[in-house]
């Protein structure tokens, strides 16, 4: 929380509602990313579809990096896991994904939005997991 900035935190999460609205209205499917990068690597996907993928996974990518060759805006990350662990943790939330019928956008974002139930108990799912991991990984093991 010290660098909590509530102003950037308030426009990001209205044009990512916009987003996943516009996306909804205008093209009938919830903005899930597990659902739409799992439509790439599916049999059924028709070239219009894939493409559509394509373009929402390379926004995705493309958008942060615009936005910081165009204004002074710089984001840095510092990570501090070793590979392992971010490779099980990796599998373990794609895992997850699988096993709850979607992921964080799709059910925290879109299915709360409309007022899914089943959304809602993945949701907490979800933030129930978080938190148990961090308690156990950061305070109770001493930190991967």
Same mark, same amino acid.
């Given at each position: 929380?010290?660098?909590?900035?509530?102003?950037?935190?308030?426009?990001?999460?209205?044009?990512?509602?916009?987003?996943?609205?516009?996306?909804?209205?205008?093209?009938? !499917?919830? &903005?899930? %990313?597990? *659902?739409? @990068?799992? =439509?790439?690597?599916?049999?059924?996907? /028709?070239? +219009?579809?894939?493409?559509? !993928?394509? &373009?929402? %996974?390379? *926004?995705? @990518?493309? =958008?942060?990096?615009?936005?910081?060759? /165009?204004? +002074?805006?710089?984001?840095?990350?510092?990570?501090?896991?070793?590979?392992?662990?971010?490779?099980?943790?990796?599998?373990?939330?794609?895992?997850?994904?699988?096993?709850?019928?979607?992921?964080?956008?799709?059910?925290?974002?879109?299915?709360?939005?409309?007022?899914?139930?089943?959304?809602?108990?993945?949701?907490?799912?979800?933030?129930?997991?978080?938190?148990?991991?961090?308690?156990?990984?950061?305070?109770?093991?001493?930190?991967?």
């Amino acid at each position: 929380m010290e660098n909590f900035t509530p102003v950037s935190a308030l426009i990001g999460g209205g044009l990512i509602g916009l987003a996943s609205g516009m996306y909804l209205l205008l093209n009938g !499917r919830i &903005a899930g %990313i597990s *659902g739409i @990068i799992g =439509g790439l690597f599916g049999r059924n996907g /028709t070239g +219009s579809a894939i493409f559509e !993928r394509l &373009a929402f %996974i390379i *926004g995705l @990518i493309a =958008g942060p990096l615009v936005l910081m060759t /165009t204004t +002074s805006i710089s984001v840095s990350s510092v990570v501090t896991s070793p590979m392992p662990v971010i490779v099980i943790g990796g599998l373990l939330v794609g895992f997850g994904t699988t096993l709850g019928s979607g992921c964080t956008s799709g059910h925290g974002i879109c299915g709360l939005s409309r007022l899914s139930m089943r959304s809602l108990v993945a949701t907490l799912s979800f933030m129930a997991a978080g938190f148990i991991t961090v308690l156990f990984t950061r305070h109770l093991i001493g930190g991967l």
